[in-house]
């Protein structure tokens, strides 16, 4: 009975409440909410990481007409940023203001400037500080690892305890089926999480909304870009990416976040190969949707799909 009850309290009592904690910390996270309503970088950002706000940029450029974009190659026809996201873009070029969209895009999403864009949604409470999203995933890792645990070693220690046990691992079975992390790749409080589904409602006509095509683009991705010669050159080099990770080159990766990742730093969607890979996400944020999220994923939780959280005890 004593081994039964120790090994229970261990393998599946002290992670389940571990991981209950770890989910308040990431869903709701103490402090005041900033009441700032994000800017377009921040829309960006929140509703595709990364790959968003760099394509973000480079619409908002091309839509100013300090960029054109032709054939799969960037060129730059004013060289005035205005702000840092914009000069990291225009940082890339040296003696010749023409470059490969690819390039551009892939080196941008991996660029030390989307880091404050990122720090900026933690601090306001709309995505989860790095180190509780990183904790959360070990504590449901430790959880059911230790169900399996406790259901093959009590039986053998003690069979008569067998049922009680069985009841305890029951709820700590739900603890990781409810508050599991899913396909998410943006890690969004219950805050963040609404705030991005709410942001699915702008408009998809750059002619009503206050951004033009730049706040469609960031809000809808550039598939949104109906139209236009720009959605057409996103998604040539889309499939230019795709292509360069089939062949093997030596800046494909198969990670599709680098969130908390020592190698690429806090930033959503700055994967390594420069962009998301996995299905439903588009490569570099370009599809439709933000990343999903809730306690118990439910629908379309990958990188840039539409989030859902289903109600329930652990559910925002």
């Known amino acids: 009975m004593i081994v039964a009850v120790v090994v229970t309290l261990v393998a599946v009592v002290a992670p389940a409440l571990w991981t209950l904690w770890l989910w308040r910390r990431a869903r709701h996270p103490s402090g005041a909410l900033s009441l700032v309503k994000p800017g377009l970088l921040e829309t960006a ?11 973000t940029v480079i619409t908002k450029l091309w839509q100013d007409r300090r960029v054109k974009v032709n054939g799969g190659r960037l060129t730059v026809k004013r060289p005035v940023a205005d702000n840092a996201v914009e000069r990291a873009l225009l940082g ?18 991996r660029h ?27 504590a449901l890792l430790a959880l059911r690892v230790g169900l399996v645990v406790t259901l093959v070693t009590t039986p053998i220690a003690d069979i008569s305890s067998f049922p009680g046990v069985l009841a305890v691992a029951a709820l700590g079975a739900a603890v990781a089926v409810v508050c599991r992390q899913g396909k998410r790749r943006i890690p969004y409080t219950a805050a963040g999480e609404d705030l991005a589904r709410r942001m699915r409602w702008s408009p998809t006509d750059p002619a009503e909304h206050p951004e033009g095509h730049a706040g469609v683009v960031a809000v809808h991705g550039t598939e949104a870009l109906t139209g236009t010669a720009l959605r057409h050159e996103f998604r040539d080099a889309d499939k230019a990416d795709r292509a360069a990770r089939r062949g093997g080159s030596s800046s494909s990766s198969s990670s599709s976040a680098a969130y908390g990742t020592a190698s690429c730093s806090v930033v959503v969607g700055a994967s390594c190969d420069g962009g998301w890979s996995e299905a439903g996400w588009g490569d570099g944020g370009s599809s439709s949707d933000s990343g999903g999220s809730g306690c118990s994923s439910g629908s379309s939780c990958s990188s840039c799909s539409s989030s859902s959280c289903s109600s329930s005890s652990c559910s925002s």
Do not use: I, N
């Open 45 to 55: 950002y929140l509703r595709g990481g990364a790959g968003r706000v760099t394509d």
């Open 92 to 109: 890339q070029f040296t003696t010749d203001w023409a470059k490969a969209l690819r390039t551009v895009r892939s080196d941008l999403r």
């Open 112 to 138: 030390p400037v989307m880091e404050p864009l990122h720090h900026g949604l933690v601090a306001q409470g709309l995505l989860a500080a790095p180190r509780t999203w990183r904790l959360w995933r070990r």
